[in-house]
């Protein structure tokens, strides 16, 4: 007899055992994988809420500013009576607006006017300047793949027990300084926060979310497989149950053919003729700008597990890049087009986010070279996993040779962890997931 897989029954199984392990183990630390989409801020916020009600005063850190604000939104909206402090910088505009009608928020610069309040947020950059004279029973640290090895070494002892929630697939913790001298030492203080805590406590729980609510069925399995080989996920929808449709039909053009290709499959590949380019690709950067005008030209409408039908408006799309100049690039050219409302970012900035629809420069497009850079793992899984429908990516001919062409130039550290799957057999992977709905044009 075959097991239907239930999505929610497998996600509110495994949200459980982490709860359990969080409210009543002994451990130290309890970490947590999620992979894109998985429900990782609903875990946080319920987290927090189960610790606040038990009595366990609770300090919650973040690594943006951004992620904070939206903590304390979720833990407002989900118990407007709890007491909850924002503790933020003495910046002239610290934290978002929003958090001022919020009766039971109250927020400080200074720590010390936050005492005795439930929980407690703030970033790690923030709570690394805060002294106590007793630790907080608790600690929950959100994107804990993002943080740094040295962040986390100057908080550690603001807390007795902390749970640590991130995306292992994500990119890794940004440093503005060359960290090669550190690699394989086991003190790394560029390493993230998870892999040092684990190299150091491996007894630690460790727990995954084994769904992702954002990823469509067509979605999930390649990036479950390209990405996350050792913990699995899988989509908390079923083929068929997302529909993205058009009212305005394709115009023949190659923009429309891939628009309709990711419409039916979820992937799309748009692909200009081999040749080496500026990063800055005029072709390309007009490329996708055009799939963007083309999108909202053809009056799209984004059918889900949601009631009734969204229509695919501007800013239900997002157009991904490598680099600033990129992105900076297609804005320029979107505004050539009238087009002003669609997120255009890097991979770094869109990380934690989602749309209905992305459009992705790819990081290889066009390039002499292939360098680490452009090879990282994490670039690529960002920039393959915003979307709620349908994913179509542009790039030049060329990419599969140039991976298999190019050799890897970067030293090799004894001591340090191998990271899989790197980003030659990633790259592969997608290409050849996207050769299958690939539409050849020449613009």
């Given amino acids: 007899m075959t097991t239907v897989f239930d999505p929610s029954a497998a996600a509110a199984q495994a949200t459980d055992a982490i709860l359990r392990d969080t409210l009543h183990g002994t451990a130290r630390g309890v970490v947590v994988d999620s992979p894109p989409g998985a429900g990782k801020s609903t875990l946080v916020v319920r987290a927090a809420l189960e610790l606040a009600e038990a009595g366990h005063p609770l300090m919650v850190v973040a690594q943006t500013n951004a992620q904070v604000d939206d903590l304390v939104l979720r833990l407002a909206e989900k118990n407007p009576e709890l007491p909850v ?146 913990t699995p996920f899988r989509s908390g929808t079923g083929p068929g149950d997302r529909t993205l449709a058009f009212a305005v039909p394709s115009d023949g053009s190659g923009p429309d053919r891939v628009i309709d290709e990711a419409a039916a499959s979820g992937w799309g590949l748009l692909e200009l003729p081999a040749r080496h380019t500026p990063r800055t690709d005029p072709e390309a950067v007009r490329a996708v700008a055009t799939v963007v005008r083309r999108l909202l030209d053809r009056a799209g409408a984004a059918t889900s597990e949601l009631p009734a039908p969204s229509p695919l408006t501007a800013d239900r799309i997002a157009v991904g890049t490598a680099h600033r100049d990129q992105a900076a690039a297609v804005r320029a050219a979107l505004a050539g087009l009238g087009v002003t409302d669609v997120v255009v970012d890097t991979a770094n900035r869109l990380q934690g986010r989602e749309y209905d629809v992305t459009v992705v420069l790819h990081p290889l497009s066009g390039r002499p070279d292939a360098t680490a850079f452009h090879l990282e793992t994490g670039r690529l899984c960002v920039l393959a996993s915003r979307h709620r429908h349908a994913c179509i990516v542009v790039c030049r001919a060329g990419v599969t040779d140039l991976l298999d062409d190019y050799p890897s130039t970067e030293p090799v550290q004894l001591g340090t962890v191998v990271k899989f799957p790197d980003g030659w057999e990633a790259n592969h992977a997608v290409l050849a997931h996207l050769a299958e709905h690939r539409v050849t044009w020449r613009p």
């Fill in 85 to 230: 402090g924002r503790l933020h910088s003495s910046d002239a505009d610290p934290y978002d607006k929003a958090l001022d009608g919020l009766e039971n928020v109250r927020k400080s610069a200074k720590a010390a006017d936050l005492a005795g309040l439930s929980v407690v947020i703030s970033t790690a950059a923030k709570w690394a300047h805060v002294k106590v004279d007793e630790p907080w029973p608790y600690a929950i640290v959100d994107e804990a793949y993002q943080m740094r090895s040295d962040a986390l070494l100057a908080v550690a002892g603001l807390f007795e027990r902390a749970l640590f929630v991130g995306d292992p697939g994500q990119l890794d913790p940004f440093a503005i300084v060359g960290s090669e001298q550190w690699a394989g030492l086991a003190y790394d203080p560029s390493a993230s926060a998870v892999t040092t805590l684990l190299a150091h406590n491996p007894e630690l729980p460790q727990h995954r979310l084994p769904v992702s609510w954002r990823l469509p069925a067509s979605a999930a399995p390649l990036v479950s497989d390209a990405f996350y080989p050792y």
